[in-house]
Nanobody
Framework: QVQLVESGGGLVQAGGSLRLSCAPS????????MGWFRQAPGKERELVAT????????YYADSVKGRFTISRDIAKNTMYLQMNSLKPEDTAVYYC??????????????WGQGTQVTVAS
């Protein structure tokens, strides 16, 4: 059984930074892509960023372009999301996701437990 384990959420002031991490635990498994979604109260889960595992090609939602950076460390089998210039509207539960392709949340097979990010104004 593969589980995705996240870390790095917390409370930060607007303009601050946080870094999220995600790594699979359990049996060894390789994914075609990994990514981050977020869900704020009363809103649908939205895609934040994705990265192809082998080539490192990244995609960002318009709302985070220029502020967030997704990366992966193949040796550590870990994905990161560096979040800079955080805004109150970035407040949400952030979920790590992995599958052959990561785009539509309804089609993603592997999820982390979620980590809360709160940005105070």
């Amino acid at each position: 059984q593969v589980q995705l384990v996240e870390s790095g959420g917390g409370l930060v002031q607007a303009g601050g930074s946080l870094r999220l991490s995600c790594a699979p635990s359990g049996r060894s498994f390789s994914f075609g892509a990994m990514g981050w979604f977020r869900q704020a109260p009363g809103k649908e889960r939205e895609l934040v960023a994705t990265i192809s595992w082998s080539g490192g090609t990244a995609y960002y939602a318009d709302s985070v372009k220029g502020r967030f950076t997704i990366s992966r460390d193949i040796a550590k089998n870990t994905m990161y999301l560096q979040m800079n210039s955080l805004k109150p509207e970035d407040t949400a539960v952030y979920y790590c996701a992995a599958d052959t392709v990561v785009a539509d949340p309804k089609a993603v097979g592997f999820w982390g437990q979620g980590t809360q990010v709160t940005v105070a104004s």
